[in-house]
């Protein structure tokens, strides 16, 4: 079934009954949220300074919303999925799982707020970053965003499901900023570090950076929430969501090059600011010595002249085509993958994941 969902689509998809459940949920989850920001703000309140109160507001209302919400969704779905007997029909657990899947994407908002700052990035979901607006002080505010994660799952989570997800979430982001740092680190700036891009950098960078905390964690959170902590079943997750990862990061890497700006809602960065995508990977292994030497000596510059002679050689090795094929195959090997692991993980949890992942990129 995942080869016909995941072929070569137009640009309109059919909406499928779980795509329709997952627009429920994503209402759902959208209903809570400024009840969510009032709880924060409450608890910021013991800090005594009301000025600050307020800004913590406004930072969470411009951040948080707007982004594709992949994570909460797999989260809140997992904690439905994973419910003890009688549990999904609960109002107040319901309300629980809402609470931490907006945790878990207040991590995300975190790591854009930064990332952004790091990538001088002016837009992001359509309208100005964060750090455009008010400066450096942008830098506080990730910090601010992040101690937001923790206190909202500590307020919605037994005291042992806390424990557990706090570790899980430290972990998280430390091994995120570690893969972070990797990327900009691994950056080719006119022309230095182009020659160690390869398949081996890219993996190593998706593993951390897109893998573990957009597929892993919001399993691993919700299972940890429901009690759910056998090593097997979590090494398991963390397999799968290390794949899902990479298909997702390499959708990432067309759309910088390939997707409609206005739709995106943020600017093309990767081949200005040298980052090693699965595209430039790819164009590399396949380009003659000539294009090859273009490459390099295009890739990795400010300049919108050198940006489009690399889309030209892009386009020359039909990387488009390319991408779309190995795409395909990549989810053929995860529906293999599930298939795998189905008797210690619910498939439901990952062809939900997998719908999401198909309305990712509209092409």
Not at 66 to 85: C, D, E, I, S, Y
Not at 105 to 123: N, V
Not at 304 to 313: E, G, L
Request: net charge neutral.
């Amino acid at each position: 079934m995942l080869r016909t969902l995941c072929r070569r689509r137009s640009s309109t998809l059919a909406k499928t009954p779980l795509r329709l459940q997952q627009e429920q949920d994503e209402r759902d989850l959208q209903a809570v949220l400024p009840k969510v920001i009032d709880e924060i703000k409450e608890v910021s309140k013991t800090c005594n300074i009301p000025s600050e109160t307020e800004w913590l507001g406004k930072l969470l209302a411009y951040t948080v919303p707007g982004g594709k919400m992949v994570r909460p969704k797999a989260t809140f779905n997992a904690m439905r999925l994973l419910a003890p007997p009688g549990k999904a029909q609960d109002e107040e657990y319901m309300y629980h799982a809402k609470c931490l899947a907006w945790s878990i994407e207040m991590m995300q908002a975190l790591f854009l707020t930064m990332d952004d700052i790091a990538d001088r990035a002016p837009m992001r979901r359509k309208r100005a970053c964060w750090h455009t607006l008010v400066g450096p002080a942008a830098v506080f505010d990730g910090l601010l965003l992040e101690h937001c994660v923790y206190q909202l799952a500590q307020r919605h989570l037994t005291k042992h499901a806390y424990e557990r997800v706090l570790d899980l979430l430290h972990r998280t982001i430390f091994q995120m900023v570690f893969g972070e740092n990797k990327d900009l680190h691994s950056e080719s700036v006119e022309g230095e570090g182009f020659d160690e891009f390869s398949i081996e950098r890219f993996r190593a960078l998706t593993r951390f950076k897109t893998g573990q905390y957009t597929y892993y964690t919001p399993t691993a959170a919700a299972m940890l929430a429901c009690g759910i902590e056998d090593p097997a079943t979590h090494k398991a997750a963390l397999n799968i969501g290390f794949d899902l990862g990479y298909v997702y990061q390499v959708q990432d890497d067309y759309l910088d090059v390939y997707g409609v700006i206005e739709d995106m809602g943020k600017q093309r960065t990767d081949i200005k600011n040298g980052k090693c995508t699965w595209l430039i990977v790819e164009a590399k292994r396949r380009a003659s010595p000539e294009q090859l030497k273009a490459l390099k000596k295009n890739y990795g510059f400010n300049d919108d002249a050198k940006v489009a002679k690399v889309v030209k050689i892009f386009n020359e090795l039909n990387m488009r085509e390319v991408c779309l094929e190995h795409e395909e195959k990549v989810f053929q090997y995860i529906e293999g993958k599930i298939d795998k692991y189905s008797k210690v993980l619910p498939p439901d949890l990952y062809t939900y994941v997998l719908e999401s992942i198909k309305y990712h990129v509209n092409r």
